[in-house]
Each structure stands twice: as C-alpha cells, then as structure tokens.
C-alpha cells in the first residue's frame, strides 16, 4: 500500500539517515503513525538508490520476530541480516519490547557500520541506560498525531470526501482526532471505538508493564478526570480537592505519579505558566494538553465541543509538532494562552478564540493582554474568522488557514 507522506517529519529526518555516529529515536503516542513514517524513510531510501540488501526492517510486534526478546537474540537476528557490504540501514520497531537492548544498539551505533533508526512509544526509550550511555549521539524525533493540514491531505491522499467548508472539516477533525488509522473508518462511532482501544493498549503495554497500578478504578478515575479538564489552569492542590468532591481519595504523591505515567505515555502535555513581568515560571500552576482531542470524546458521550481548550489543544500540538517550545503566559490580572519559542530562541505570543467577532467585548478581551506586551516579538490573535481584524500591529488568523498552509508564529 502507497504510504502517506508527512513531509514535516521527513523534512527535519532527511540530513541523518546516513548518518551512522546519531542514533534516531522516534517517539510519540501510541498508533500515531512512528512505524509508517520509518517505513516512508525506507522508500525514500530505495528511491535514492540504497539496495534493499543494506535495509533491515525488524517489526519486534511482529509475529516473525514476537521471540526476540533479550540483548543476545537482537545481536544474533541483526548479524544473520547484514551481509551486505557498505552502510546498512537498520530499523528496528518496538525496540523496547527486548531487554537490556541498548548495549547491542551502542555495539552497532560503534561500528560506524550501520545508521539506525527506532521507534518507541514513550520516554522509556530516552530514560536509564540509554540516556546514559548515548548522550549526545541520539536525535529524537517526536511524532504527533495529525495535524489539521496532514487530516485534509491524508483524506485527500486515501480518496475521502473532503469539504470544502473548513469549517465542517474543523469540527470533524476535532471529535475524530488525528489518529492516521481512525480515516480509514466510516462512522463516527467506529473512529470511537478505534481510540477507546488505543487508550487501552497505551494502558496494557506503556503503563501497566512499567509501574504498578495498584488501584487500577483509581487511575482509571484520575486519567478521566486530567483528560476531562485538558485546557484548564490547574494545580495538583486544586486537583486532589476536586477529586476528594467526586468521591475519589488520593495521596499527593499518588497523584503526581499518576500524571507523570499520563505523560510518559505521551497522553498528556505539561505546559508551565510564565510570568512576563518576573520572567519566572510559576510554580504549581499548569495547563495540561492532549495528544489528541478524540482522547476526551472517547471517554465521554457528549459530542458538543467546547471550542475554548479544543482549539488551544489543536494550537498547542501544532506548535509542538513544529518544535517550538510552549507556555502560558501570565500579564498581572491576564493570561496570554501561548508563549512560543522556536529553535532560533525567536518569540511569539498566541491568544486562541472561536470568534472576535460576537462584539466589541470580546474582541478587547482577546487583544488586551497581548497589547500590554511591551516588546516587539509578533503577537497573534488566532480565529476560525475570515473576516480578519488588524488591531495595533497585532496579527488577526484563521486558524484552519493558518494550519493548513504551514504557518510558522
């Protein structure tokens, strides 16, 4: 089957796929697509010219490799699969499912024989041993489930319907998320079913085996209520209070836990608040973020969409999957929704809304705290508007625009 090309990985990949001294470690949650982007690579390889005897391609979920489980069996399959002379290309999926395996991937790294690509679904594979003995000779590459630009152009790509109201689109995208396989499915409910799955693999492959959950209906509680909150300013003092109202009794400590594993897992974004007067973070009080929106609609049965935290959601990732850093920002009594950084420690600040256009209110609303930002960094006031007001150098946005055609802050 023809693959679909995600450019804005491939794009920032390309420099090392020879490279045999950085390891390329590809992360990112569950099913959003880190095994079809090493298999785009592949192609990309051969279409270059690469011959197919100088790629090995080890899927560890696989059935014909299910038995590759210790550091001895991968030193022995690799071996048995690299006859060829010259650079070899060795991707290896599901790395983590084989123990102690960083010492055969620093062996191979050391032969400067091989340019070595993994995937992986959560921050164990950048934890432990292999931070350690790789600091400074791995990438990692984090792959986000699609964007709202890569959800048109896959729909495109695979010959569904597409609208050309955006605005249909939007929602549509919202309540289905970005998981590349639920486009494959007719019904909403199917794409449902679909996600609600991958919340239980993330569960049974990335949490269980890593931590004990003693209290599984506790934690089943507690990823509810954080993914049911997504958007919302929030602290872990706030948090327990409001779980202790819905009859749910944690330590702290628990807590904590239970949302570091949340992140781990690449279900949820820590995003820190910044206050611009001290340019000091604040400490306790965060906005956590989805990986994808389809994650709330799955373990809830309202379809209605609260545009407020869904669209900063669909921001936020979207920054992120642009490699920009992300806070909130604080202004005295306001809050500007998004501080960006981008690589070139270039700022931008982002406030987020369905609408300006309701009233005058709501447009000063939105405008007033980027207007009390004193230094000359782009401001941006980001819409699902087509009318588009300029406001004392303060840039106006469609948002499905501005995602659409790659726009950088």
């Given at each position: 089957?023809?693959l ?10 390309r420099?090392f796929?020879s490279d ?12 959003c697509?880190?095994?079809c ?6 192609e990309e390889?051969?279409?270059?010219g ?15 490799y ?8 991968l030193?022995?399959?690799?071996e ?5 002379n010259?650079?070899k290309?060795?991707f ?8 102690d395996?960083?010492e055969?991937?620093?062996?191979f ?8 690509f993994m995937?992986?679904s ?9 931070a350690t ?11 986000f489930?699609?964007?709202f630009?890569?959800?048109?152009e896959m729909?495109?790509f ?19 998320g970005g998981?590349?396989?639920a ?23 990335d ?5 004990k ?28 209070e409001?779980?202790?109202k819905?009859?749910?009794?944690v ?5 904590n836990?239970?949302i570091?594993v ?6 949820l974004?820590e ?18 973020y989805l990986?994808?929106?389809?994650f709330?609609f799955?373990v809830?049965t309202d379809n209605?969409i ?5 669209l900063e959601?669909m ?8 490699d920009?850093s992300v806070?909130?920002g ?11 950084r981008?690589v070139?420690?270039n ?6 809304a369905y ?22 960094y ?9 009318l ?5 150098g ?11 055609n790659?726009?950088?802050?």
């Amino acid at each position: 089957m023809k693959l679909f090309k995600r450019e804005n990985y491939l794009r920032k990949m390309r420099s090392f796929y020879s490279d045999p001294e950085m390891i390329k470690v590809i992360t990112g949650v569950r099913r959003c697509g880190k095994s079809c982007l090493m298999e785009t690579v592949r192609e990309e390889l051969l279409e270059d010219g690469i011959s197919e005897e100088n790629i090995i391609f080890l899927d560890l979920d696989s059935r014909k490799y299910r038995k590759i489980k210790t550091d001895d069996q991968l030193e022995e399959l690799i071996e048995s699969l690299s006859p060829a002379n010259g650079l070899k290309y060795l991707f290896i999926d599901e790395i983590q499912n084989v123990h102690d395996f960083e010492e055969v991937v620093n062996a191979f790294r050391d032969d400067g024989e091989y340019s070595i690509f993994m995937t992986g679904s959560n921050s164990y594979l950048l934890s432990g041993e292999l931070a350690t003995k790789l600091t400074g000779r791995y990438i990692e590459f984090e792959l986000f489930p699609l964007s709202f630009e890569e959800y048109i152009e896959m729909k495109t790509f695979y010959e569904r319907p597409v609208e050309t109201n955006l605005n249909i689109e939007l929602n549509r995208y919202l309540l289905e998320g970005g998981f590349p396989k639920a486009i494959q499915y007719e019904t909403l409910a199917d794409k449902r079913t679909y996600v609600k799955a991958v919340i239980d693999e993330i569960f049974e492959k990335d949490i269980r085996r890593r931590i004990k959950i003693r209290n599984k209906e506790a934690f089943e509680k507690i990823r509810t209520f954080v993914i049911n909150n997504f958007g919302a300013t929030t602290s872990v003092t706030s948090m327990l209070e409001a779980l202790r109202k819905e009859g749910i009794i944690v330590k702290r400590e628990t807590l904590n836990r239970y949302i570091d594993v949340l992140c781990d897992a690449k279900i949820l974004y820590e995003c820190s608040r910044f206050d611009l007067k001290s340019k000091k973070s604040l400490r306790g009080e965060k906005k956590y973020y989805l990986a994808d929106t389809s994650f709330y609609f799955a373990v809830n049965t309202d379809n209605r969409i609260n545009y407020g935290p869904t669209l900063e959601n669909m921001v936020y990732i979207y920054a992120r999957s642009r490699d920009y850093s992300v806070s909130v920002g604080k202004i005295g009594k306001l809050e500007c929704d998004f501080i960006m950084r981008d690589v070139n420690m270039n700022y931008a600040y982002v406030q987020v809304a369905y609408t300006i256009l309701e009233s005058r209110t709501t447009e000063d609303r939105e405008y007033a705290s980027l207007e009390k930002i004193r230094d000359n960094y782009p401001k941006y006031v980001i819409t699902t508007d087509y009318l588009l007001q300029q406001r004392n150098g303060i840039k106006h946005r469609n948002l499905m625009e501005f995602i659409r055609n790659g726009e950088c802050f």
